[in-house]
Each structure stands twice: as C-alpha cells, then as structure tokens.
Nanobody, 126 residues
C-alpha cells in the first residue's frame, strides 16, 4: 500500500489549502481513510476521516467547521479542504488508511494497523 500526500505549503492565517492523498495498492471504498497531523514537540493528532460508501465522516473538535474531508473513490484519492487556517494548524499532515470504518475509534485503530504516507508540511503564518 502506498499513500502520497500533496498540497501543503505556506499560507497566511485565514487562508486556505487543499491537501490530496493518492492511494495505490489498496481500495478503501468501504474502509476509513483520513488525516493526522503532527506539530513540532507534539503528539500526532487524528483530525478527520471518511468512509464515503457509508456516508460517514468524523472531525476533531480542533478543525470542525473549518476543514472538510472528501474522497473520490474512482481516483482512489482523499482530500482535505482547509479553510480559515490558523497558526496552530502548522504541522506535518499525514494521510492514513486501514481496514476499519471511519468513526471516533478509527484514529486509535489506524495508529496501530494503518498504512501511512510520508506527510506534507503545512505552515500558517500569523
């Protein structure tokens, strides 16, 4: 399984970015795929996941209302639209998937059993 993230960069506070993650070697249609982030000196944080075929999404409180996760299963790609970015959103963002449906327990499951991308840096300046 290979996951490749893209779309990170430097943006001013209040700006937007859209991250993409292309998955190969695994079809995630009925499973969860989503995003984590890790800021310097902090633990990795699960922020969003989706199981599109079951119309399930989940968001961490820290990003709810600002970030939107979506997927194009035909392209085996998941996206994270990030609006109203804040300096505290600065982190490396990782895409991950595992054979478990998106939900509140998906994040702990995928940390042990998931497949991961290499990450993409998002920097938000104040």
């Amino acid at each position: 399984v290979q996951l490749v993230e893209s779309g990170g960069g430097l943006v001013q506070a209040g700006g937007s970015l859209r991250l993409s993650c292309v998955v190969s070697g695994f079809t995630f249609d009925d499973y969860g795929i989503g995003w984590f982030r890790q800021a310097p000196g902090k633990e990795r944080e699960g922020i969003s996941c989706i199981t599109k075929t079951m119309n399930k999404t989940n968001y961490a409180d820290s990003v709810k209302g600002r970030f939107t996760v979506s997927s194009d299963n035909a392209k085996n790609t998941v996206y994270l639209q990030m609006n109203n970015l804040k300096p505290e959103d600065t982190a490396i963002y990782y895409c991950s998937t595992a054979m478990r449906t998106c939900g509140p327990t998906w994040y702990s499951w995928v940390q042990h059993f998931g497949s991961w991308g290499q990450g993409t840096q998002v920097t938000v300046s104040s």
